[in-house]
């Protein structure tokens, strides 16, 4: 059974700090990382996809990606109230369906 | 580009009635799309894999004679939750895959539905 695990939170961070969210997987040869966002009775919205080990920057989110120890995880820069929403990381087998986290949800204070 | 719709966004109906969910890719050709299901405070759990030509692929648990999915085209699969009960009551998801090659292994999400059944 492929299972990818979070922290459901919630997160508490205030406005302007760093919010980190984590995520483990159990199939080593996934090979392709998503993170999502969804806010309460929404559909997901794209955040980042990573492939490869290490860090991808996109504005304020880094995604950060170690194979080895099948983990991936999401740093919000500068974090707004409006990113308070459920970040849901997903990870792709090789039949390209994705296998979803049970979430982490994200309360910024202003 | 790569816009996902989906129709109804929210249905009500009563316990045994078929209900009819559209999900169709408004930009771009999908070959494959997919069925998800998230009930409230849940994560979303895929329920079957839909390939246009061919018979859907439905994870295991999931009734594929209760949950009959049709993908006759490149830009629309419709699921239809036949007989509904009241514990099929949940916010149903679409999501395709773009198979031209800009972004091939993004999936794009539908708005979704939230089915009620009284």
């Known amino acids: 059974q492929k299972e990818v695990e979070q922290n459901s939170g919630p997160l508490s961070v205030p406005e302007g700090a760093i919010a980190s969210l984590n995520c483990t997987y159990s199939?080593?040869?996934?090979?392709?990382f998503f993170w999502y966002r969804q806010y309460s009775g929404k559909s997901p919205e794209l955040i980042m996809f990573i492939y490869s080990n290490g860090d991808k920057e996109d504005g304020r989110f880094t995604a950060q990606l170690n194979k080895a120890s099948q983990y991936v995880s999401l740093l919000i820069r500068d974090s707004q109230p409006s990113d308070s929403a459920t970040y849901l990381c997903a990870v792709m087998d090789s039949s390209y369906k994705l296998i979803f986290g049970s979430g982490t949800r994200l309360l910024v204070r202003p | 580009g790569a816009v996902v719709s989906q129709h109804p966004s929210r249905v009500i109906c009563k316990s045994g009635t078929s209900v009819k969910i559209e999900c169709r890719s408004l930009d771009f050709q999908a070959t494959t799309m997919f069925w998800y299901r998230q009930f409230p405070k849940k994560s979303l759990m895929l329920m079957a894999t839909?390939?246009?030509?061919?018979?859907?692929?439905?994870e295991q648990g999931v009734e594929k004679d209760k949950f009959l999915i049709n993908h006759a085209s490149l830009t629309l699969s419709t699921l239809t939750v036949t007989s509904a009960h009241p514990e099929d009551s949940s916010f149903y998801i679409c999501?395709?895959?773009?198979?031209?090659?800009?972004?091939?292994?993004?999936?794009?999400f539908g708005p979704g539905t939230r089915l009620t059944v009284l």
């Open positions: 999501s395709a895959r773009e198979t031209s090659g800009r972004s091939y292994n993004e999936q794009f």
């Open positions: 839909s390939n246009e030509g061919s018979k859907a692929t439905y």
């Open positions: 199939d080593r040869g996934s090979q392709s």
